[in-house]
């Protein structure tokens, strides 16, 4: 199915459970963080995990991105059908079978590898090698998420190694760090994204110093990006959230609930008691990556629910989601069959729960298959 026949438009309001996206606060979004990117004087490159859409992906595109991230390779692939031509997987490539359909799309598009250790450096060399291709890559630094990346103090030997493979042209590094600052959680972002910045920048210099010529220090997320971009020496961010935002980046100051476009609509389908709502969503519907009461965020259960201040989507269940109604709450007393508008936790992994998604303009619905929904390998 292409992209355009996924689409349909219609003035009823969907099925509930089902995730709707304001086009208004989406574009706004887009242009913003568009403008960050400008006036830093830096690339932007959006991280297309949150939408999975490549149509959405063209709006960035079309704002001023100059490609996109994505983290696998069957997502680059969905995008590449549809016509997005400069891509990064920013996720290290080790198996046979991926490693040979990113080689294969790279002689199609402008297209970045991942990498973070010699081994998944070699096995991507000789596979490129075997094709008669040469393979662009960058490197990943763990800058203290601890995730994947070669540690900060190994990147010289490894990057020289790496920009000695015949096959492999080493052009950047990267990293992704998130909203940490010294190993730990922080709602420091100002100081965060500066030091990412610098750590990168630092790293960069380097590296050019030992004769490896880095061109690309890439960096950022939704709640770093606007402050590593102002490093010298920084070349790229990479957000991803700020296209649809979601309660967590509110809580964490990057933006207001009033500019999160992305919203689970439900249907309340039983009040068992005064205090208790039952909604027809629950973990197949809401993400529970982003867990309430932990650190820093110590966000009070799994989304924000609109018109119900001192409501609580407290538990899930695989199929409902159980609300703990305060004192005003139970004044407004939602009824069975009342529909409510919930802000998740965290949209990116919630639209991956979703086949489809809706775009409103306030009276018209959108109906969007979520082409690259599930694509994990």
Known sequence: MTEAA?????KTQPETPCIIIDKAIMERNIRNMAEVARNNQVQLRPHAKTHKLPWVAHQQLQAGAVGITVAKVSEAEVMVEHGVTNIFIAYPLVTKDKI???????????????????????????????????LQV???IDTGLRRTGVLY???????????????????????FRGAIYKQKPTLDLQIAGEDEGQIMAD???RLRASGIPILDVSVGSTPTGMYAAAVKGVTEIRPGTYVYQDRMQAQLGVCSLDDCAGSVWV??????????????????TFATDVQPNTQPLMLQGFGHIEGLDD??????????GMLRLGPSSQHVNPQIGSRLRIIPNHICSTVNLHNKVFFTNGTEFEEMAVLGRGMLE
Request: glycine share 6%; aromatic share 2%; net charge negative.
């Open 203 to 205: 790293l960069a210099e």
């Open 267 to 284: 249907t309340v389908v039983s009040r068992p008691s005064a205090d208790l709502a039952v909604i027809d969503g629950g973990s197949k």
């Open 311 to 320: 409501a609580v989507l407290e538990r899930l269940s695989e199929e409902h």
């Open 138 to 140: 960058r490197l990943e």
């Open 6 to 10: 996924s689409q349909s438009i219609v």
């Open 100 to 134: 040979e359909r990113a080689i294969r799309l790279s002689k199609q598009i402008t297209l970045i590898a991942a990498v973070d250790s010699l081994e998944g450096a070699e096995r991507m060399n000789e596979a490129a090698g075997r094709s008669g291709h040469k």
């Open 153 to 175: 103090d190994q990147a010289p030997e490894l990057a020289t190694r790496i920009h000695s493979l015949e096959h492999l042209h080493l052009t950047g590094i990267y990293t």
